[in-house]
C-alpha cells in the first residue's frame, strides 16, 4: 500500500512511503534507472539527464543504490532530484526501503592528440624504435 509522507509545507514534494520490500535484480534496477533518465530528458532535464546517465550506479547491499559523482554541484543537483526519483523507482520496484548514497569520484583525464607531431611522439613513448625508423628511412611527421 502506498501512502504520501506528512510533512510541514504541503507545497513541497512528499516521499512516497510504503511497506513492499520485494528483492529486485540489478537488470531490473537498472531498466527502471534509464527510463527515469529518458523522463527527465523528455521534461528538459538535461543535467539530471547527464549525471544519471553519464555512469552506471552501482546495487549495494539489497536496497542501497551508490551514484559516483565528480563534484558537489553533481551531488546538489542529485540531491534536488531525490524525491522524484525515490518516487520513480520504489513503487515500480516495489522496495520502499531503497536509498540512494553518492560516492565523490575523479575522472581520469584523457589527453587527445590532435597534430600529427602529438599523435607521433605519444607513438614513440610507446615504441622507441619508431624513431629509429623515422631517421633510417629520412622520414617528416608533419606530412
Same mark, same amino acid.
Given at each position: 500500500m502506498? %501512502? &504520501?509522507?506528512?510533512?510541514?509545507d504541503?507545497?513541497?514534494?512528499?516521499y512516497?512511503t510504503?511497506?513492499?520490500?520485494e +528483492?529486485?535484480n540489478?537488470?531490473?534496477?537498472?531498466?527502471?534507472w534509464?527510463?527515469y533518465?529518458d523522463k +527527465?530528458?523528455?521534461?528538459?532535464?538535461i543535467n &539530471?539527464?547527464?549525471?544519471?546517465?553519464? /555512469? *552506471?550506479?552501482?546495487?549495494?547491499d539489497d536496497?542501497v543504490i551508490?551514484? =559516483? &559523482? *565528480? =563534484?558537489?554541484?553533481?551531488?546538489?543537483?542529485?540531491?534536488d532530484e531525490?524525491i522524484?526519483l525515490?518516487?520513480?523507482i %520504489?513503487? %515500480?520496484?516495489?522496495?520502499?526501503?531503497?536509498?540512494?548514497?553518492?560516492k565523490q +569520484?575523479?575522472?581520469a583525464v &584523457?589527453?587527445r592528440?590532435?597534430?600529427s607531431?602529438e599523435?607521433y611522439?605519444?607513438?614513440v613513448?610507446?615504441?622507441?624504435?619508431l624513431e *629509429?625508423?623515422?631517421k633510417k628511412?629520412n622520414?617528416?611527421i608533419? /606530412?
Amino acid at each position: 500500500m502506498e %501512502r &504520501v509522507a506528512a510533512g510541514d509545507d504541503d507545497k513541497e514534494p512528499k516521499y512516497i512511503t510504503g511497506d513492499a520490500k520485494e +528483492v529486485f535484480n540489478t537488470a531490473q534496477f537498472l531498466d527502471c534507472w534509464n527510463a527515469y533518465s529518458d523522463k +527527465v530528458k523528455e521534461e528538459g532535464k538535461i543535467n &539530471v539527464y547527464t549525471l544519471l546517465s553519464t /555512469s *552506471e550506479p552501482l546495487l549495494q547491499d539489497d536496497d542501497v543504490i551508490l551514484v =559516483h &559523482v *565528480e =563534484h558537489k554541484l553533481q551531488e546538489g543537483l542529485l540531491q534536488d532530484e531525490m524525491i522524484e526519483l525515490l518516487n520513480y523507482i %520504489r513503487p %515500480r520496484l516495489k522496495n520502499f526501503n531503497i536509498s540512494i548514497k553518492t560516492k565523490q +569520484v575523479t575522472r581520469a583525464v &584523457v589527453n587527445r592528440l590532435y597534430t600529427s607531431a602529438e599523435k607521433y611522439q605519444y607513438l614513440v613513448e610507446k615504441n622507441p624504435k619508431l624513431e *629509429e625508423l623515422r631517421k633510417k628511412f629520412n622520414l617528416d611527421i608533419n /606530412s
